[in-house]
């Protein structure tokens, strides 16, 4: 009963005196309350929930996909030095470079190995892991 009256009380309270630098959406925004005001938390968390999935969904595509991309991109830069080494036009820094870029595509290839062992964990554990 109490919790009732309470609730009466407070939607039957005026709106609050109306302050400079306010406009019609402040007003509007007060009278309908923000969508975490007055009992509508659960719609809210939903809402952000909804909002926190779509941004690590792209986060996570983003964390997966520029490792293929960037993959391309190093061995064309080493198929173009394995050309200027088959035309003797390799200089030292060129020698470097390669080097540099053949660890940074082993990394990458760990990376894959790595992620795609993950996810046949993950699989294994969700399926159950039962051998029949």
Known sequence: MQ???ISREYRSRPLPEKREGRDESDEAEIRYGKPCSQG??????VGKLKHLSKVLRRWGASK???SSREKEDILLQ????????EALLM??????NRTSLQAKYEEILLKEEIYWKQRSRERWIKEGGMIT
């Open 78 to 85: 080493i198929q173009v030095l394995d050309q200027l080494e």
């Open 91 to 96: 200089n030292e820094d060129n020698r470097q």
């Open 64 to 66: 997966r996909n520029p």
């Open 3 to 5: 919790s009732r009256e």
């Open 40 to 45: 509508n938390h659960v719609a809210a968390l």
